[in-house]
Each structure stands twice: as C-alpha cells, then as structure tokens.
C-alpha cells in the first residue's frame, strides 16, 4: 500500500527557514505515511530550490501567489490525503501519530495548534487567540498547516488563486468540516519581532475583517504588504 500523504509547502526565498521545516517532517517518511513532498516555488533567487532539490522534493515553479501556488502544488499530488505547510513552520515532534490517527478515523480536514518558536507572553497571547478563533469560528490561518483528504478537497474547489486569505477562504468552504489535531505547529515569530505583536497582530485582525466584509484580496494583499 502506498503511502497516503502528500506534503505541499509554498515557498518564496524561504532558504532560511526551509531545512528546519523539512527536517521535522522527516518522522513522517520515517513513519510511512509520507508518499511525496512537493515543493511550489513562486521564483525564489536565493538557495530555496536548491535545498528543496536536495531533500529529494518534486519543484513544482508557479506565480508568486500563495493560492495560485497551493493549487498548483496539490494539482501535482498522488496521494489520497494533502498536508499544507508553510516553509517557516515546524510540526512539533510526534505529530505523524496524531496525523494517522486522524485520517484513519475521520474525513474532516485537520489544522494544528498554533505555536511560536520565540516571543514570550506576547507570543502566548497571539497564538491563544488564533487558536480560539480556530475553535470557535472555524478559521484557521494557513500557519496552522492544512491536512485534507483529496476527496474532500476537490468537492470543495480547492485553494482559490488569490495572492492572500487563501486559507481563510478553504476554511470558510470547509464550514463544519474541520477538526483541531492534538500537535502543535511552531511557526516563526520574526515577522510579529520585526514589526511588533500588537501591531502585527492587529494588522491580522483588520486585513481578516476586510475580507469577510467584500474587499478583494488583491487589494487586500497591496495594503498587507506595505512595510
């Protein structure tokens, strides 16, 4: 029997945190359930595709659009179940029990427990809300990680080709068809440092309130990334 999960992680001049990402997913191959990783790059000029050619990835080459490259990724997968993760995220040790755990028992698409790998109380406090908001509200951001079985992922439409508010825009589609899984995804802090929690984090929430209320992500994604 082949091994049911495909790993596809967007990247875009992501050498930096690339190896720690693919280093913990290596329990998955050592598990069996890791079939192929995928690796989508959005035209990268530094080592990234090196480092992904490396860990023996299929390099998947699309527009630099995190929809646009999720799509293209998945769009290239084999296996029977997708795991989405984004190149500075780690999965925490022992999330491959959890993982073939949840596909053997449930159809739902699964998100991980938000974590950060530096930061203190302000990191404690963003995590907690986004993983309130997963909990309640049924919106999991894309650092969450995405595991989905393919079925279900066509019968939705798959990730939309938008430049941003791609993964609040499957789980919208996924509405009462999500389940948290019992790890932790620890993904960067650097960005919430650099730019500081409080603002970073309200930057979040309005660019998150903007779309729900009609604002197109194309618009959305000029303002975001404005220093």
Not at 2 to 10: F, G, K, L, M, T
Not at 110 to 126: E, K, N, T
Not at 174 to 199: F, N
Request: charged share 20%.
């Amino acid at each position: 029997m082949r091994a049911p999960v495909s790993v596809v992680i967007p990247t875009l001049n992501a050498a930096a945190p690339l190896p720690a990402c693919l280093a913990a997913l290596y329990e998955g191959v050592q598990a069996g359930i890791i079939r192929e990783l995928i690796v989508v790059d959005g035209g990268s000029d530094d080592d990234t595709r090196t480092i992904a050619d490396e860990a023996g990835a299929t390099l998947v080459s699309s527009a630099p659009s995190r929809g646009g490259q999720l799509r293209a990724g998945v769009a290239a997968s084999k296996g029977g179940w997708v795991l989405v993760v984004h190149a500075d995220t780690c999965l925490e040790e022992g999330w491959s029990d959890v993982a073939e755990a949840h596909f053997a028992t449930s159809r739902k698409a699964g998100y991980f427990h938000l974590s950060f790998d530096q930061g203190g109380m302000a990191a404690r406090f963003v995590a907690g809300w986004a993983n309130l908001r997963s909990r309640l509200f049924g919106l999991p951001y894309g650092d969450q990680g995405l595991l989905i079985a393919r079925d279900v992922y066509d019968a939705h439409g798959g990730f939309e080709d938008i430049p941003l508010m791609e993964d609040v825009a499957m789980a919208r589609a996924l509405k009462g068809q999500l389940a948290p899984l019992q790890a932790k995804a620890i993904t960067s802090a650097d960005k919430y440092q650099r730019q500081g929690w409080l603002r970073r984090g309200a930057r979040n929430l309005s660019t998150l309130v903007r779309y729900l209320v009609g604002v197109s992500p194309q618009t959305l994604a000029e303002s975001y990334r404005r220093p």
